[in-house]
């Protein structure tokens, strides 16, 4: 696939959305809670089904999952996994390879993550705890 096919490839944002909860280890029902009554596991699935969600959704479920926005409208994995491909291969220096200037340590961005799922972890415990006082 040339460079101008990638930049004409069309990105799922459902999917995208898919990947993002299930990295982050979010249920469709949790998600389906944070965004409201109006929303259920059926539902969430057939948000992720759709090639193009609307933007105000988009933009809710970015902020429930502590995301941007940017990045599940432009996560192209196809892509990622090629450049990774093409930039880490043996003998390979990152700098010098022309796809890109790695500025951030990678594991301090690890760290991020994991302290972002952990975060979120404890809000939805929080959540589910609060829900279950209601109930009793």
Known sequence: MSYTDMQNKKIHQGRNIKRFREMLGIKQEALAFELGDDWNQ?????????ETVESDILAQVAQILKVPAEAIENFDEEQAVNIIANTFHEGSVA???GYFNCTFNPLDKMVELYERMLEQ???MIEKLERLIEKRI
Do not use: A, G, T
């Open 121 to 123: 972890q404890r809000e």
């Open 95 to 97: 700098n010098n390879s």
């Open 42 to 50: 059926k539902k969430i699935s057939l948000l992720e089904q759709k």
